[in-house]
């Protein structure tokens, strides 16, 4: 299905909210209901529906994919777009959170399956960077590999220095050096972090 736009969300005070109540319906062949949503960036929303098949009483909850544009300050005015994809025709996108996963009943959809795998090792992944420990002012990084700076210089252990703008992020300094830097997305790196000695 290609994209769709719109020029409101028809008094939904979000996208997320539009599109939950977009796939809750009832039809007299089943209902639909979205158990549980989430978006994530503002670029992808990920849900659980249940549908229930009126003649037979089947149920079943899948995974849907919406990729969203949202904009309101759009020029021409149309502040809003999705594009729906089911899990079984295997998207890209997977960063559903297990809330969501924990909730889809099971499938002999190969692409499904696959989605559903590669969601949980993102999840693995996003656990693993979050309980990283925070580089702190004082301490020394050291990285599995060297990173390379946009001034040519590469380093493998920098200094963590406290950032006088931002107490959210610090700044690294070569050894011996002056020059600062930042790295974006420090912990998607591979690093542990060494105390300074005792003075």
């Keep these: ?12 005070s979000g ?3 539009y599109l939950d109540a977009q796939f809750t319906f009832e039809r007299p062949e089943a209902t639909s209901k979205v158990l549980r949503s989430a978006l994530v960036g503002m670029r992808v929303y990920y849900a659980a529906v249940e549908q229930i098949r009126t003649a037979s009483g089947e149920r079943e909850v899948w995974a849907l994919i919406c990729l969203v544009r949202y904009n309101p300050r759009d020029p021409e005015g149309y502040i809003f777009g999705y594009k729906d994809i089911e899990e079984s025709m295997g998207p890209h996108e997977c960063d559903c959170p297990e809330t969501i996963l924990d909730l889809l009943t099971p499938t002999d ?29 004082g301490q020394v990084i050291v ?29 690294f300094r070569a050894p011996g050096s ?9 912990k998607s790196r591979s690093y542990r972090l060494v105390e300074p000695p005792p003075t």
């Design 15 to 17: 996208p997320r909210q």
């Design 109 to 137: 959809r190969p692409y499904a399956q696959q989605w559903r795998a590669r969601c949980l090792v993102s999840a693995a992944a996003r656990r693993a960077r979050a309980a990283k420990p925070k580089p702190r002012a």
């Design 143 to 171: 990285f599995d590999e060297p990173l390379s700076f946009s001034d040519g210089r590469s380093f493998d252990r920098l200094e963590v220095v406290a950032n006088p703008r931002s107490h959210r992020t610090a700044l």
């Design 1 to 12: 299905m290609g994209w769709l736009y719109m020029q409101s969300l028809k008094g939904h």
């Design 178 to 186: 002056s020059c600062l830097y930042r790295i974006p997305n420090i």
